[in-house]
């Protein structure tokens, strides 16, 4: 199975909102609302920030949020604040019954 | 509140297999609809999926593991475990473990990571 595709890096000033995109196939991404989204850290652990496209866990500020159209997800974080740097993945359900995230997005807080 | 550690041993010689156990403590391994799994991700790199065991025992790997890849529950020790066979270099990675509850993909509970150095 392939890696869905998210760009390299992305960056906002803070207050600012950014986008970063995730597109994979109708294998996937497009086949289900199982898509999830993660925030890293340095030398941490990756932490849910999304689940099945748009909800939100208890305790993620409601800054961040998840769409989806065909076979791109997104996720949208609006007033951008500095601890927001970090690396993001996609994750998604495949229609082989497993699991496949994306290369993973740097997003730079100017 | 669930935790999740994982443990094993931190070198592997190429060629042999990998063993990581992953110790659940603050609620069981066995009790509702949960998925169990394992992820990794080699230095400066990106998150991939390893596999996962259904609290009934079903399992699914990643399919290009999957002839390498074990993943087994320890209901009396509330422990899952993961085995990797002839492991490389490219095995070289910060291994962690993680639940999802079923029918989501709601994957919330992560242990710390340990990371596996595979080398001579």
């Known amino acids: 199975q392939s890696a869905l595709t998210q760009p390299a890096s992305v960056s906002g000033s803070p207050g600012q909102s950014i986008t970063i995109s995730c597109t994979g196939s109708?294998?996937?991404?497009?086949?289900?609302?199982?898509v999830s989204w993660y925030q890293q850290h340095p030398g941490k652990a990756p932490k849910l920030m999304i689940y099945?496209?748009?909800e939100r866990p208890s305790g993620v500020s409601n800054r961040f949020s998840g769409s989806k159209s065909g076979n791109t997800a997104s996720l949208t974080i609006s007033g951008l604040q500095a601890e927001d740097g970090a690396d993001y993945y996609c994750n998604s359900y495949t229609s082989s019954s497993t699991w496949v995230f994306g290369g993973g997005t740097k997003l730079t807080v100017l | 509140q669930l935790q999740l550690q994982e443990s094993g041993p931190g070198l592997v010689k190429p060629s042999e297999t990998l063993s990581l156990t992953c110790t659940v403590s603050?609620?069981?391994?066995?009790?509702?609809?949960?998925?169990w799994g394992w992820i990794r991700q080699p230095p400066g790199k990106g998150l991939e999926w390893i596999g996962n065991i259904y609290y009934s025992g079903s399992t699914y790997y990643n399919p290009s593991l999957k002839s390498r890849v074990t993943i087994s529950l320890d209901t009396s020790k509330n422990q899952f475990s993961l085995k990797l066979s002839a492991v490389t270099a490219a095995d070289t990675a910060v291994y962690y473990c993680?639940?999802?509850?079923?029918?989501?993909?709601?994957?919330?509970?992560w242990g710390q990571g340990t990371l596996v150095t595979v080398s001579s």
């Open positions: 603050g609620g069981s391994i066995s009790s509702g609809s949960y998925y």
């Open positions: 099945d496209v748009s």
């Open positions: 993680a639940r999802r509850s079923g029918g989501t993909s709601y994957r919330d509970y």
């Open positions: 109708s294998s996937d991404v497009g086949g289900y609302n199982f």
